[in-house]
């Protein structure tokens, strides 16, 4: 802002620029190049050059001087022939205000306008990608970070993310600046699975794979955690997609798997239809869930996650996370049932026999 005195001429020049900065943010690319946007503005400082003639104090009568300048470089751009060029253009200009004494002028105005535009870019843009980021299943206020990492003006930069619902994860967010803007945008985010602590001893290079705010198929924060991990999700009946790290030009695979199919052959307790639904929806996102299963006549809580590669459900302890193998257990189950049956047939035929001798 121009300290000293009311100046109404450069309200009135801040107030447009607002309205440009505004008008950039939402339409990067088209701005640029945008001669009606050209003749608007031309409009607008000609009338406002009209407007304030009379009457100056001395800050408006600076910014009439910086107006002038302005008013020469848009008859430029919205006319660009060789005599506008020579008359008018940046090495014309320039002269004209180092001869008039202007030039200090027209920096101080230019530099008040663009600290306002600066602002008002940072803030919209930090609203921007903070909404993108949300979207794409960060949860975590970054904003913080966000906002300074922005202020620093590079053209691209990248903020490292720890999401406390995926702790076996890593994530790092990648921006970088809109061609021929000062804008950023949500770029890409990089996803790694941690290493388990029983690989300490004998480490291996950490795998990351990206994942694209453009590409036609997106995936969510979550979605992608599931994904490194060697885990399936399912976003079409019964297609699910797989993380391929053979193939790096196509490293999304599908694979067909009838879950519900899958659900009805282990010995769950009964559950409700809203429970029921939770708990496909659940495995679908690549979750896992815990159920109670029916084990030998007794309820026991176990953790269930998909396995669309094999055509089955694993199952794994609660206690030990140790996968547990349901045919053995099952068989078990019906080894103990024979053997009930066998005593059950022994005893029927003792009393049948004792009978006999009776008569």
Not at 98 to 106: A, K, L, Q, S
Not at 324 to 332: F, G, L, R
């Amino acid at each position: 802002m121009i300290p000293g005195p009311e100046n109404r001429l450069m309200d009135a020049i801040l107030l447009y620029a607002e309205q440009e900065v505004h008008y950039r943010i939402n339409n990067p690319v088209g701005s640029r190049n945008d001669r009606q946007a050209s003749e608007l503005k031309k409009q607008y400082y000609t009338d406002l050059q009209k407007h304030f003639s009379r009457k100056l104090n001395k800050p408006e009568k600076a910014t009439r001087r910086f107006l002038k300048n302005e008013l020469r470089k848009l008859l430029v751009q919205t006319n660009p022939n060789l005599i506008n060029i020579l008359l008018n253009g940046r090495i014309s200009r320039w002269l004209r205000n180092f001869i008039t004494g202007n030039r200090r002028t027209v920096n101080l105005h230019q530099n008040a306008i663009r600290h306002l535009q600066n602002q008002i870019g940072q803030e919209r843009n930090l609203a921007h990608l903070t909404h993108a980021i949300k979207q794409a299943g960060f949860r975590q206020d970054i904003s913080t970070v966000l906002k300074k990492m922005i202020a620093q003006g590079l053209n691209s930069f990248h903020i490292r993310y720890h999401d406390i619902r995926h702790p076996d994860t890593d994530y790092v967010l990648h921006f970088n600046k809109i061609q021929g803007t000062d804008s950023y945008q949500f770029e890409r985010f990089d996803v790694a699975a941690r290493p388990k602590s029983t690989t300490a001893l004998h480490p291996q290079p950490v795998s990351w794979q990206s994942f694209s705010q453009a590409a036609e198929i997106q995936f969510s924060a979550s979605e992608a955690a599931h994904l490194v991990n060697g885990r399936h999700i399912c976003r079409n009946g019964n297609e699910w997609l797989m993380l391929d790290r053979t193939d790096t030009l196509h490293p999304i695979k599908t694979q067909t798997f009838n879950l519900e199919n899958a659900l009805k052959k282990l010995p769950m307790k009964e559950m409700n239809k809203t429970e029921y639904s939770n708990l496909v929806k659940t495995l679908k996102a690549g979750g896992s869930k815990e159920v109670t299963l029916n084990i030998n006549g007794t309820e026991e809580k176990y953790r269930i996650q998909p396995a669309p590669g094999l055509q089955a459900i694993h199952v794994f302890d609660i206690n030990n996370n140790r996968q547990v193998d349901m045919k053995k257990i099952t068989s078990k189950q019906y080894e103990k049932v024979a053997k009930i049956v066998e005593r059950s047939r022994d005893v029927v035929e003792m009393e049948f026999g004792k009978k006999n001798k009776m008569r």
